[in-house]
Nanobody, 124 residues
Framework: QVQLVESGGGLVQAGGSLRLSCAASGRTFSSYTMGWFRQAPGKEREFVAA????????YYVDSVKGRFTISRDNAKNTVYLQMNSLKPEDTAVYYC?????????????????WGQGTQVTVSS
């Protein structure tokens, strides 16, 4: 059984930075594609970023390219999302996710494991 627990969310002013962390249970963490989705009030869940098992492949949604950085530390069973130059439209609940393969990354149905989410609020 796998559990994902996000942390690091909070309130930040536009232009500021925040780093989200996701701690995963289990010794098979390194075998999973990991990523982040987000959901703003009244909107559908949106893919944000994904990173492959060893970190060799990374993919971002266009709206965060150049501002967000996803990374992972398999020794610590942790995935991170460094968010810089934050905008009010980044306000959302951010979910850590895990998938068994590097495929269909934009689709929420590709991910088997989901965290409970952490709130990120960017004020203007």
């Amino acid at each position: 059984q796998v559990q994902l627990v996000e942390s690091g969310g909070g309130l930040v002013q536009a232009g500021g930075s925040l780093r989200l962390s996701c701690a995963a249970s289990g010794r098979t963490f390194s075998s999973y594609t990991m990523g982040w989705f987000r959901q703003a009030p009244g909107k559908e869940r949106e893919f944000v970023a994904a990173i492959s098992r060893s970190g060799g492949n990374i993919y971002y949604v266009d709206s965060v390219k150049g501002r967000f950085t996803i990374s992972r530390d398999n020794a610590k069973n942790t995935v991170y999302l460094q968010m810089n130059s934050l905008k009010p439209e980044d306000t959302a609940v951010y979910y850590c996710v895990g998938a068994p393969r590097w495929y269909g990354l934009v689709s929420a149905s590709s991910y088997d494991y989901w965290g409970q989410g952490t709130q990120v609020t960017v004020s203007s």
